[in-house]
């Protein structure tokens, strides 16, 4: 009985993972994905509105409007109906207005973990000391450091620091030992406003380790000197 009830519960996953509904879900999120979209959005929430209006109070242009608006219409999103010689543009149907305020929540919610990581590095700079790229540069050239990147595995497999060991924040806990005692631990994620090295810095100075946060995540390291292919630490 056990044995065909996880049989079972393996089917429902895979069929979830094949689900249509996905797919369907996958092409909204694409459409929302563009910041003109959502400011377009939100001002023809508060009612109709024709290109030429939604162009003024977005500040986009004329023609950038008329595109984004044709890929919410194609989207499902926007219904339009003609007045004269202008069109028109409305909310369709459904809980559009509730996903937009979703959003705007975990953005909020967002901003507000990046503010009171800010306001933990003023006031505890102990718990979460960053090091910038020029000391970086100089520690990693005389071995003093080993760099963890604390991103997905995809994500590091992209590109990533020379020499980083990848140890995704959630497994951190259950593989402390892949790293050495003997050196200060760099971690690093997707940048300024990441949260993961800090949460990877809790972690490792709870248990012991000398680490420290690089400041400016992966992307501070992209410059023409300091690259990902090569063990080039000339800083400038």
């Known amino acids: 009985m056990i044995d065909r009830l996880i049989i079972v519960s393996c089917d429902m996953k895979n069929a979830d993972v094949h689900h249509p509904i996905f797919d369907e879900i996958a092409d909204l999120a694409r459409t929302l994905g563009h910041a003109h979209r959502l400011v377009l959005l939100r001002h023809i929430a508060d009612g109709e509105l024709a290109v030429e209006q939604l162009t003024q109070l977005s500040g ?34 459904g809980p559009i207005e ?13 901003r507000e973990q990046i503010r009171e990581l800010i306001d933990d590095t003023m006031s505890r700079p102990d718990r979460l000391e960053s090091i910038s790229r020029e000391e970086l ?30 140890i995704p924040v959630g497994e951190l806990e259950e593989r402390l030992a892949e790293l050495p005692r003997q050196k200060v631990i760099v971690a690093y994620c997707r940048g300024v406003q990441c949260v993961l090295s800090a949460d990877a810095l809790a972690i490792l100075r709870a248990r012991g380790w000398a680490s420290r946060r690089f400041e400016g995540g992966f992307p501070e390291w992209l410059t023409p000197s300091l690259d990902v292919d090569g063990m080039n630490y000339e800083s400038g």
């Open 98 to 110: 509730n996903v937009l305020g979703a959003l705007r929540s975990l953005a909020n919610h967002r």
């Open 137 to 166: 540069v100089r520690r990693m050239r005389d071995d003093e450091v080993v760099l963890l990147d604390v991103r997905p595995q995809e994500e590091y497999a992209a590109g990533h620091l020379p020499g980083a060991i990848n």
């Open 60 to 93: 986009i242009a004329m023609a950038n409007t008329s595109q984004h608006l044709q890929q919410l219409k194609r989207a499902g999103l926007v219904q339009t109906r003609r007045d004269g010689k202008r069109v028109l543009y409305r909310l369709a149907d």
